[in-house]
């Protein structure tokens, strides 16, 4: 013969009980923060006759991308190539189809830290033979401590606002039963999407014989976001 296990009432009473009433509350906070970091998207191209000849114009304009990124040191974080092709460009010629030129492209992703710079390098990799450069993208580290200070406001305001549910009643708070994290994200996400205002995309087909002057960037402050919910008791109410 087995004992039932002894009840519990109160793993029962999810909304508490008129002795234990509980308050449920939402806290939230959003932050307007400068960024940490700016990203630029750059693309590289070659044109040849000959497959052999796009990939060495390609090779030479990929390297004289790397090298002038490297070459301003510490403010550049981040330094990725991404996809790599070589295209053959058909056209009919007959009944055939023959290889009429090789299209060449390559993509490189470059992360910094230091907006004065960024103006300066994105100015003077525009200013390259068939070099495209998009962004730039504004964000914040994941670990930058706006995220925290977002979730510790979020907590404070739903403390707040359980206080004054109860105080309302005649009551105070007793305890903090839950609390449920539901996410504090930066609205400006990491991924290259830009956001309006934030975009500028310049392209040349040579470079020019004076260099031009530096692009002034505006960095485009991020929002930061947090939420929570929060369960308190509290003592009886004074109805």
Do not use: C
Request: glycine letters at 6%; zero cysteines.
């Amino acid at each position: 013969m087995t004992q039932d296990a002894p009840h519990n009432p109160a793993a029962h009473q999810s909304y508490g009980t008129p002795e234990v009433p509980r308050v449920a509350v939402r806290g939230e906070a959003r932050l307007e923060v400068d960024p940490e970091i700016a990203r630029i998207g750059i693309t590289v191209t070659a044109r040849g006759t000959d497959r052999r000849s796009a990939l060495d114009d390609l090779t030479r304009r990929n390297n004289a991308v790397l090298d002038l990124v490297k070459s301003y040191g510490e403010p550049v974080e981040k330094l990725e190539t991404g996809a790599f092709s070589i295209t053959p460009e058909l056209t009919r010629h007959g009944r055939a189809e023959r290889v009429r030129a090789y299209h060449g492209t390559v993509h490189i992703t470059a992360e910094l830290n230091d907006f004065t710079t960024l103006g300066e390098l994105t100015t003077r990799l525009a200013d390259l033979e068939l070099t495209r450069v998009d962004g730039p993208w504004w964000a914040l580290r994941p670990t930058s401590p706006a995220h925290g200070e977002a979730r510790r406001q979020a907590v404070l305001e739903a403390v707040q606002r359980a206080r004054e549910y109860a105080r309302a009643l005649g009551a105070e708070l007793a305890a903090l039963v839950e609390l449920a994290d539901l996410g504090a994200e930066n609205a400006a996400p990491l991924a290259m999407a830009a956001p309006a205002g934030a975009y500028r995309s310049m392209s040349f087909a040579g470079a020019e014989e004076d260099s031009a002057p530096p692009l002034d960037l505006e960095p485009q402050r991020q929002t930061v976001y947090a939420q929570v919910n929060a369960r308190f008791t509290m003592t009886p109410p004074r109805l």
